[in-house]
């Protein structure tokens, strides 16, 4: 194998940069040219390819977001549009493809290789550790520590008023973030899409946590099936008269910053794999992590299997709240 590619794709995540480092200096390493994609897919349409070298990853394994940029492309949807990858690949004579990204990026770079036979590995790269085979995604242990640390300040404010807050953190369809994050900070309920929501029983829950305290801490993802932070604030608020509700919206805070050392080096050890794997032959993989292994998982696997947060965890927030 003479040129790989590596791209980056979807929502940005922090590690995606260290991901990057790993991959192009492991491919210098083995003799192999590394190819930089631009924006994704659309870079890949629209030929932005970058040969790399060692001056252009240095003094970036602590930034976050991704030097490569990151777009969604519709013209990546169409036969036509595919077809130009085709092209371009064979021009520059790209022989392997690294994607960094979730599942919709994953998606993506199965079709393409189905339709080309082009050796793909993926690296999952996304804060909503929503990927099947993996304990962990590159920038979830960033947005995690994010989260606590935005909470912990609310908190404060909180503590020095009558007040409830409700925090909405990302989490559109997997609750590992608001589930993990509600634990970290010692929340008084999390609201989380595997579970249904009873807003009854979380007036009783916020009841009994309050008996002699001034605040609490509802953390809510936001794919909960009873709205987001805001609409169950307004369903909230009769019940408490005598409390100040507020609701934040974390947002894209969440995605930002630099990682964490766990992301970094999980983010750089799941980068030499992935030329390694590429080099050796190996194709269609997705690199993750379990019991501090690197493990590989069939790239249509994570795709098409989802991963769960364990729900039993909710029983540590009910079993330190007040009675």
């Not at 974390?250 to 910053?257: F, T």
């Not at 992301?263 to 992590?289: C, F, N, P, W």
Request: charged share 25%; proline share 3%; aromatic share 6%.
């Amino acid at each position: 194998m003479k040129k790989i590619a590596v791209l980056t794709s979807g929502g940005d995540a922090p590690g995606m940069n260290a991901a990057i480092r790993a991959v192009v200096k492991s491919c210098l390493h083995y003799g192999i040219v590394p190819v930089g994609i631009r924006d994704g897919f659309d870079g890949l349409i629209n030929g932005w390819y970058d040969e790399m070298d060692y001056p252009a990853v240095n003094n970036i394994i602590h930034l976050g977001g991704t030097i490569l940029g990151s777009a969604r492309s519709e013209a990546f949807r169409t036969k036509e549009g595919r077809a130009k990858v085709v092209a371009n690949f064979q021009q520059h004579g790209i022989e392997g493809l690294i994607v960094i990204g979730g599942d919709g990026s994953f998606t993506g770079a199965h079709v393409l290789s189905q339709e080309m036979e082009l050796k793909v590995i993926g690296l999952p790269g996304t804060i909503d550790n929503d990927l099947y085979g993996t304990e962990a995604t590159i920038g979830y242990d960033t947005a995690l520590n994010t989260v606590m640390q935005a909470v912990d300040k609310i908190r404060d404010t909180a503590s020095s008023h009558n007040r409830i807050f409700f925090v909405e953190v990302m989490g559109r369809d997997a609750g590992f973030l608001a589930l993990n994050s509600a634990i970290a900070v010692g929340a008084e309920s999390v609201l989380i899409p595997e579970t249904v929501t009873d807003i009854d029983q979380l007036v009783s829950d916020i009841k009994q946590q309050n008996k002699g305290k001034r605040s609490s801490i509802i953390i809510v993802a936001e794919g909960d099936d009873a709205g987001g932070a805001l609409d169950i604030m307004k369903q909230v608020r009769p019940h408490f008269p005598n409390y100040d509700l507020r609701a934040t919206v974390l947002g894209h805070i969440q995605r930002g910053g630099s990682p964490t050392y766990y992301d970094r080096q999980l983010a750089t050890r799941a980068g030499v794999k992935a030329v390694e794997l590429l080099k050796d032959g190996a194709s269609h993989l997705m690199v993750g992590i379990r019991a501090d292994e690197m493990v590989t998982v069939p790239l249509k696997e994570a795709i098409e299997k989802q991963a769960i947060p364990d729900v039993s965890k909710e029983k540590l927030i009910d079993v330190l709240r007040t009675k």
